[in-house]
């Protein structure tokens, strides 16, 4: 129980608290205010006028759907593979005590342990010693790969607090591997599995970093913005892709919040 | 197990799998990791360890062809100045955005885990999650809007007739430049900027797990807030920070695109990599370079680890 005096924060820490967090969401504000603006030759603040003409030129081109498809088909592909691996050896960690299962975990975590673009680089150069040409398959294998983690920890999250009684009641009644996990388990980390694949999705929806290196000539939504970032030519479509990305990944994220936010917390952060 | 000499003996093939897994454990076992291992285990430590075996073959200098044999030529090559230089470079930088991410990140972390009750606790929590999770690029793309020449933050330094003291700081050598978005304090900025959650969290969780009756106890025992502060909750905080700064540095090490969007042309580790890789056709170089990061971040993790930070994750 908290005492009395402990209620009350000294102001410099609440400023100080206030303002760190002002200093993490304003600049994102100011996507959603450069998205309408008028002027299209600078960053000029404050913007001279507000139009929305840009959300329709952006909708009329074909070269940000075609990179918005990609970047969707490649989040829902690596989604999928990072759902099945992540939970399922996060059920093997989670139930039993094994030789390796700290190996394990190492090597589900590694991914985003180390920097991105060692992962990046790693994968282009086996990807040409193997003479397997660039495609979607390769984004992919990139993808998923650091996108395990996310549900495993989820997952492994959920599978602590689910009791084991509950599978052996249902083993006793004479249910089988299957039946026990489409009627026990499932239901009971579904919520869970929900909140990893968002986050991954999220997560490979505007990942770059190991993107670039596993593309070849496809340009995913991130790839599109970042060659607008090096070299800026069409800056109020970017302005407008830009706030759209975010849009993409923040629903995700906030469901992922409500889903878990009795008692489990987010983990795997990092990218 | 009796049941299953009670049941006909003809079932389909799940439940004869089924019966497997519960008399041979390891089967079960094995077939909820195979698929994780064979996928991590062939495509991503097969990579890595194909990229490392790389960095010890080296590149002729007449050719320009990979020598496919074991030297430790390109490592030497690492010592040279250029090349020094661009790691003594990444790992000063790594070190003042960890730094300055523990400065800010701080208050924010000790408020939410301390006094922040109710729908606060909810804003702060979300506050820091949504940065976290949202998109790299836009946030990196933000900065590029605010620290523009015409962007928001020379129009309000320059309502706030502080143009100078921005002129003052960029003027400083090495640090500064001709505008902060080719500057490295701009470069810092946006570090900070993009990691910063990473090191919200994990402290977050960290002070949380603080017993106030050891506050009290300091207190009762005569010692004045800010000496339980760095006596108990400090100490006890410590862990979540390494845990933070593992983010804040790795992250900030290996990145490649926030230098060359924001910063002077001079290089990071992440774009010698990129550089060294593409249009240089290295490899070997490139995968020397990468060893830098991990060697790094190996010691830092044995550090953590003695820390207990892993706990604090």
């Known amino acids: ?167 052996e009641a249902s083993m006793d009644l004479g249910a089988n591997s299957f039946q026990t996990f489409r009627y026990i388990i499932l239901p009971n980390i579904a919520t869970a599995l929900l909140a990893g694949g968002m986050l991954a999705f999220a997560l490979s929806f505007d990942e770059v970093i190991v993107t670039t290196l596993t593309a070849g000539q496809q340009a995913t939504l991130p790839i599109w913005m970042l060659e607008e970032l090096v070299r800026p030519r069409q800056r109020p479509v970017t302005n407008v892709v830009a706030m759209v990305v975010f849009l993409v990944t923040f629903v995700p994220i906030l469901l992922a919040y409500y889903l878990i936010r009795d008692g489990d917390h987010v983990s795997g952060q990092g990218k | 197990m009796i049941h299953t000499h009670t049941l006909p003996d003809n079932k389909g093939l799940m439940a004869k799998l089924s019966d497997l897994f519960w008399r041979r454990p390891w089967v079960l076992l094995l077939a909820l990791l195979l698929p994780a291992i064979l996928w991590l285990g062939i495509i991503y430590i097969g990579s890595l360890v194909a990229l490392l075996v790389q960095s010890f073959f080296s590149i002729d200098e007449f050719s320009g062809l990979i020598k496919y044999e074991l030297t430790l030529k390109t490592y030497l090559e690492l010592l040279r100045p250029a090349n020094l230089d661009i790691i003594v470079r990444t790992v000063t930088m790594a070190t003042s955005v960890t730094v300055a991410a523990v400065v800010v990140a701080f208050p924010i972390a000790f408020y939410a885990a301390r006094y922040a009750r109710g729908r606060w606790k909810v804003v702060f929590y979300v506050g820091v999650m949504l940065p976290l999770w949202s998109s790299y690029l836009v946030k990196v793309y933000a900065w590029k809007l605010i620290l523009a020449k015409e962007g928001i933050l020379n129009w309000i330094l320059a309502k706030l007739h502080l143009g100078w003291a921005l002129d003052g700081i960029l003027s400083i050598p090495v640090i500064g430049g001709n505008s902060l978005s ?65 983010f804040t540095f790795s992250l900030t090490l290996g990145d490649y695109i926030i230098p060359q969007i924001v910063g ?41 680890k003695r820390k207990g930070a892993f706990d604090a994750l």
Not at chain 1, 36 to 42: G, L, P, R
């Open chain 2, 182 to 246: 080719v500057s490295y304090i701009g470069t810092f900025f946006v570090f900070l900027y993009v990691w910063l959650p990473f090191m919200v969290l994990p402290m977050q969780a960290a002070l949380e797990r603080v017993p106030n009756s050891y506050l009290e106890a300091s207190a009762d025992l005569g010692a004045k807030p800010s000496k339980t502060f760095w006596s108990v909750v400090f100490p006890l905080a410590l862990p979540g920070i390494i845990a933070g700064s593992i």
């Open chain 1, 1 to 167: 129980m908290r005492s009395s005096q402990d209620s009350r924060a000294p102001l410099s820490l609440k400023t100080a608290a206030v303002c760190g967090l002002l200093f993490m969401h304003l600049p994102i504000l100011l996507i959603f205010i450069y998205a309408f603006t008028t002027e299209d030759k600078t960053y000029q603040w404050p913007p001279p006028g507000f139009t929305l003409k840009w959300l329709g030129v952006t909708w009329n081109r074909p070269d940000v759907w075609e990179a918005m498809r990609l970047s969707l088909k490649v989040a829902a592909i690596s989604t999928c593979i990072a759902l099945v691996l992540g939970t399922l050896s996060a059920a093997a960690v989670s139930r039993s005590k094994f030789f390796g299962r700290e190996t394990i975990s190492l090597l589900i975590i590694l991914p985003i342990a180390l920097p991105g673009i060692i992962t990046g680089i790693a994968l282009r150069s086996a990807f040409s010693i193997a003479d397997i040409p660039f495609s979607v398959w390769t984004i992919v294998l990139g993808h998923a790969t650091f996108c395990v983690v996310v549900v495993y920890n989820n997952a492994v999250a959920r599978f602590r607090r689910t009791s084991t009684s509950l599978v």
């Open chain 2, 264 to 304: 002077s042309s001079r290089l990071f580790i992440g774009q010698a990599v990129y550089s060294h890789q593409g249009t240089a056709g290295n490899i070997p170089l490139a995968a020397a370079f990468t060893v830098v990061p991990i060697v790094i971040m190996a010691f830092y993790l044995w550090f953590a």
